[in-house]
């Protein structure tokens, strides 16, 4: 093989064979810019390495799938859209869960249960943990993004790789199941 290999010869390289050379190349080729543009947004340098290496690892692990048959779909703005998700994760520690978390510890010494307390107790032990369990994957999906993750439309559209109307007809739609299952 002569030269250097495309962007998706590397990336069908990784995944399916899990070759190290590819990975490396891929590397080498956009670590260095995605950690520029990520520093656009993040002036924490160690922040910004770690949101480039987790990017890497998830192609690396095959938890990102690349989807070349996406016309749109270029690897700089695959690894682009992964990277700002990681950032965007990073900014807001462990996101809508961990704002609750913490709510709820400095809620701990009342008496009474406090409403996320008795939501999180419906959650595990009562019917809306079963009416989010029959949404679709899609619906779900959505609801993850946009309640527990806190994200905006436009970010979970980002992030779901659908454009932001789908992400609000979802919701509406998800919301709407949800409120029929628990009526």
Not at 96 to 119: I, K, P, Y
């Amino acid at each position: 093989m002569s030269g250097t290999r495309s962007d998706g010869e590397l990336l069908r390289a990784i995944a399916a064979n899990r070759d190290r050379r590819a990975f490396e190349e891929l590397y080498r080729r956009y670590a260095p810019w995605l950690a520029a543009r990520l520093r656009g947004r993040c002036a924490d340098p160690a922040m910004v390495d770690d949101v480039v290496q987790e990017t890497f690892l998830a192609v690396w692990r095959g938890k990102a799938r690349y989807r070349e048959e996406a016309a749109a779909q270029d690897a700089a703005g695959w690894l682009w859209r992964i990277g700002s998700r990681r950032l965007i994760d990073a900014l807001r520690g462990d996101g809508a869960r961990g704002r609750l978390r913490q709510a709820l510890t400095r809620l701990r010494h009342r008496d009474e249960a406090s409403a996320e307390e008795r939501v999180l107790a419906g959650v595990e032990h009562g019917d809306l943990a079963g009416a989010l369990t029959r949404l679709s994957p899609e619906l779900r999906a959505v609801l993850q993004a946009t309640v527990v993750d806190g994200l905006t439309t436009r970010e979970a559209a980002v992030l779901l790789g659908i454009p932001p109307g789908t992400v609000k007809t979802r919701a509406l739609r998800a919301r709407k199941q949800l409120r029929e299952a628990l009526a």
